[in-house]
């Protein structure tokens, strides 16, 4: 619940018919594309770079032109498509879309309409996206680094269904949504020891969290708070809350507890935060040095409610010591200036009643948890500045490649500023992977480079860390707290790490950009890469065998498919236990980096 500022009519006045009709335009052109890559779709070629699908009862067909480029990626014009039945033209209906390919997306009736729900909600989204002024992609690449997070506009790049955000009413969407920029005051919630975990990194204590976190005026407020109801907050933690999550779950759902003064609100905090493109995570804006906070939020979005668990809280400070000082003690690491973003607390609610009564994972037990990032904002030199990685693929209303415009500013050779990337990205993810058996979920949103005055990569910051990387092995040794993060995946499956999250997931949009764009063509994106694994090869002769054991160079490698994934499940797409065993693998794809197989050492 919030108090919204904007009447009804108000509040939804981006929902236009035109806007509507751009958006649903954009949508189908990313679902043909995408599902099409995914091979639930098999277009028919018209010649001429036209292609047209067919519903599921022959009778709507599709039409449009589309550009192949390597690991089959589909590049559709959405201009080009148009929808026909029974000889007439219709208006595109991403709605209608969905149902009328029901059957070739394998959406059950269980699924089918949660997944309209969430392709609205998407398609809202991008509505009001459009809404706003336009922003060229040159005047955003000398944006800083929240008005570069705030301007992203896609959203994860591979799924169709990415912006779903169910449980947000239309005045929670404009106050917590990252694309509104509105600045949010998280709310804070005393949580008595007794049913509350706190964990910290070895260089941290809860007192000196507290007093980097919140000011002597505030923590005296609280405490007065606490005392008026005959209460000692010396006997309780202190938790930030999302407001959502306080005014729609742990009000209710947690009622028992603040009635037994489990729980106390003590109200909002002082400083203001932006949510970054995970939704869930705030940066922030009074204080950018203060930590990123990250909180339980009980919201269906892209095929997760985003709850936090209170069990997987308890050793996430541990695991990012672990890490830590896994990068600090490895010279490659270092030479890459790879930084991790370390979750140095975290703490965790376990309410007694549903705790009995909810199976492990269950949403009901990941109500209330939050954790403390380190902001980036400490690690940087003069001249810096932080961009999130998933500005990479973004591209402006008129078409403009974020990343082109970055090239353009540095001043560097295409190549030259490609391999500074690469060096900053890629490098480190071989180094893990090769020397350590060390994965992470290196996804856009997931990465934050740090760029010079001039938009050149320095170096990479990786984030998310304790419910995203694995290690990959079976004699790896682990300290006792650290062993949640060892992952039984099979011997074949294991470099899909890299094919799957960094090739297909990245590199796979990456490229056509820069070739559209006319900066840099298809070829020669791969033929850089292959130099940066071919130069990090030659660099660790020592681990000669594992290369060749896992082989970036293979002909192919297995599709690994995300769609099918939120289509068979959007409630829950992989069992974070067992995420090899998720998998919806179709076929295989062509490795655009076979061609320069010769040259490796």
């Known amino acids: 619940m ?58 709507t067909t599709y039409r449009f032109t589309a550009r192949r480029f390597a690991l089959d990626h589909w590049q559709v014009d959405a201009d080009s498509i148009t929808r026909h039945r029974d000889g007439a033209e219709l208006p595109l209906d991403a709605l209608a879309f969905i149902t009328e390919l029901r059957d070739s997306l394998g959406l059950s009736e269980q699924i089918l309409p949660v997944y309209l729900e969430e392709i609205s ?26 008005s570069i997070e705030s301007g992203m506009t896609e ?37 008595h020891r007794d049913r509350a975990t706190f964990t910290a990194c070895t260089d941290l204590s809860y007192d000196q969290l507290l007093l980097t976190e919140l000011s002597g005026p505030t923590l005296r407020r609280f405490s007065d708070t606490m005392a008026e109801l ?59 040095h203060k930590h990123y906070v990250k909180t339980a939020l009980s919201v269906l979005n892209m095929g997760f409610l985003r709850g936090l668990s209170a069990n997987y809280m308890q050793a996430t400070p541990a695991i990012n010591d672990w890490l ?55 690690t940087l030199a003069d001249g810096e500045k932080p961009a999130t990685m998933a500005s990479l693929l973004h591209v402006d209303r008129a078409g403009n490649s974020f990343a082109a415009a970055l090239i353009a500013r540095s001043g560097l050779a295409p190549t030259d500023w490609l391999r500074r990337y690469l060096n900053a990205y890629l490098t480190p993810l071989l180094h893990s992977f090769y020397a350590y058996d060390l994965v992470f979920m290196p996804h856009g949103e997931n990465v934050i480079l740090v760029l010079d005055e001039h938009g050149v990569p320095q170096r990479a910051l990786f984030k998310d860390l304790a419910e995203e990387i694995a290690v990959m092995s079976d004699t790896a040794e682990l300290p006792p707290e650290v062993e949640r993060i060892r992952a039984d995946v099979p011997e074949d499956m294991k470099l899909l790490s890299l094919f799957t999250d960094v090739f297909d997931c990245f590199f796979r949009f990456l490229a056509p950009l820069l070739d559209t764009a006319g900066v840099l063509d298809e070829d020669t994106f791969w033929a850089t890469v292959a130099d940066c694994v071919t130069a990090y090869q030659k660099a660790t002769p020592h681990l000669a065998d594992r290369h060749a054991r896992y082989d970036l ?43 320069h197989a010769g040259d490796r050492p």
């Open 2 to 59: 919030t108090t919204p500022r904007l009447s009804p009519a108000e509040a939804v006045a981006h929902l236009t018919p035109e806007r509507w009709a751009q958006a649903t335009r954009l949508l189908v052109r990313k679902a043909l594309a995408e599902f099409t890559h995914e091979r639930l779709f098999a277009p028919e070629p018209l010649g001429d770079d036209r292609y047209t699908v067919r519903s599921d009862d022959g009778r």
């Open 121 to 146: 909600s998407t398609l809202a989204s991008t509505a009001y996206k459009l809404a706003a002024p336009p922003v060229d992609a040159a005047d955003l690449a000398a944006a800083d680094f929240q």
């Open 155 to 191: 959203g994860h790049p591979c799924f169709i269904a990415n912006n779903g955000r169910l449980g947000f009413d239309i005045a929670e969407y404009r106050a917590y949504a990252p694309e509104t920029g509105t600045p949010v005051r998280l709310l804070w919630v005393a949580a």
């Open 230 to 288: 005959g209460l000692d907050l010396d006997d309780y933690y202190l938790i930030p809350v999302h407001p959502w999550q306080w005014w729609n779950k742990l009000s209710v759902t947690f009622a028992a507890e603040v009635a037994q003064r489990h729980l106390v609100c003590l109200g909002q905090g002082d400083d203001d935060h932006l949510a970054q493109q995970s939704i869930r995570t705030f940066f922030n804006t009074t204080s950018p």
């Open 324 to 378: 830590a000082d896994l990068v600090a003690g490895d010279e490659i690491l270092r030479s890459t200036g790879l930084g991790v973003l370390r979750e140095r607390a975290a703490i965790g609610y376990h309410p007694a009643p549903y705790e009995a009564a909810a199976p492990k994972g269950s949403p009901y037990l990941k109500m209330l948890a939050a954790l403390w990032r380190e902001s980036p904002i400490p």
């Open 553 to 595: 160079f293979a002909p192919e490698f297995a599709l690994s498919c995300l769609n099918r994934l939120q289509l068979r499940n959007n409630q829950q797409m992989v069992d974070l236990q067992d995420p090899a065993g998720a998998l919806q693998l179709q076929g295989n794809l062509a490795n655009p980096l076979a061609a």
